[in-house]
């Protein structure tokens, strides 16, 4: 079973960026299609954005488009989350997801539909 490893978390101020990472146990890594939940105290677990095994193709919710920017670097078994002019209420706990599927033709934002997931990295954004 792949295992994942999330990292870059951390507090910062409104405005400022963080670039969180996943690193997949397994080279079989580029073959998942992966993405980033979110979840804060009290709210629903929230898809933010999915990238295919590819690279090729990538999905974002509106609210992180333009400040958010998920890639992909198979040959080191890690994808990355670059997160610009970060708000308030981008304030979660973030968790990696890889699904079997490789995501080419559909990348679903479903949390059902994903496989194996990271243990999760606190993001607090003060105003």
């Known amino acids: 079973q792949v295992q994942l490893v999330e990292s870059g978390g951390g507090l910062v101020q409104a405005g400022g960026s963080l670039r969180l990472a996943c690193t997949a146990s397994?080279?079989?890594?580029?073959?998942?299609?992966v993405s980033w939940f979110r979840q804060a105290p009290g709210k629903e677990r929230e898809f933010v954005v999915a990238?295919?095994?590819?690279?090729?193709?990538?999905r974002y919710i509106d609210s992180v488009k333009g400040r958010f920017t998920i890639s992909r670097d198979n040959a080191k078994n890690t994808m990355y989350l670059q997160m610009n002019n970060l708000k308030p209420e981008d304030t979660a706990a973030y968790s990696c997801?890889?699904?079997?599927?490789?995501?080419?033709?559909?990348?679903?934002?479903?949390?059902?539909?994903?496989?194996?997931w990271g243990q999760g990295t606190q993001v607090t954004v003060s105003s």
């Open positions: 990238i295919s095994g590819s690279g090729r193709r990538t």
């Open positions: 997801a890889a699904s079997r599927s490789r995501g080419e033709i559909i990348l679903h934002s479903d949390p059902l539909d994903y496989d194996y």
């Open positions: 397994e080279r079989t890594f580029s073959s998942y299609a």
